[in-house]
């Protein structure tokens, strides 16, 4: 990690970059890289916020699920500063209202129109909702998810999987593996919730 954090490009995909510290390194302090460019997890993640997430890989869905390992990580050990961390939670906040009044009546969020059609992993409403439920389900402990909103969700990805022919599946890996990834988290959460419940 040491390594990676000297090594990085931090005018490279920042969403990667974010996710990886948050996830595996404390995420503490201000340093250097080989490139002379001044790196700290609040830098990133301000550099996160002013970036232009349509144009991102998977239509910015990256983008949420960095700043959602950020605030998790923040919560773990104090890691940005209260201005970041409201920052992060406005910008998580509004997207979940956007995704509410979005969702479909099957329960799918559709691809945004003014964003690129960059990956194909998540190009269609199932690949898109698929990368978007594994972050709500993150964002709902630091933000009001609707939980109906999730559970829809859900359980259109669960049918349509099950409809799937092996040949559907295997066109679709990308798509399956964010959906299965999603559907685990949100188990988790709800056992979680449901063992702290008295
Ligand atoms: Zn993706």
Redesign the pocket.
């Given at each position: 990690m040491r390594a990676y954090a000297v090594n990085l490009d931090a005018d490279g995909q920042t969403e990667w970059v974010i996710a990886l510290l948050a996830h595996y390194a404390d995420g503490r302090g201000v340093w250097r890289t080989k490139y002379g460019q001044r790196v700290s997890l609040g830098i990133l993640c301000d550099r996160l916020l002013a970036s232009d997430h349509g144009s991102r890989?998977?239509h910015g869905?990256?983008v949420y699920y960095a700043a959602t390992l950020v605030l998790s990580a923040n919560a773990r050990s104090s890691v940005i500063s209260d201005r970041t961390a409201n920052a992060l939670k406005a910008f998580v906040d509004d997207e979940v209202r956007r995704l509410r009044s979005t969702q479909n009546a099957e329960g799918l969020f559709p691809v945004p129109v003014a964003s690129n059609r960059r990956?194909a992993?998540?190009a269609t409403a199932f690949g898109y909702s698929s990368?978007t439920l594994e972050w709500l389900v993150l964002a709902s402990a630091h933000v009001e998810v609707d939980d109906g909103m999730m559970e829809r969700c859900a359980m259109r990805l669960l049918q349509e999987m099950l409809d799937y022919h092996d040949d559907q599946l295997r066109l679709n890996l990308?798509p399956v593996c964010h959906a299965l990834s999603a559907l685990s988290l949100l188990w988790k959460a709800n056992a979680a919730s449901t063992e702290a419940a008295p």
């Open positions: 890989a998977c869905a990256h990956a992993g998540a990368h990308c």
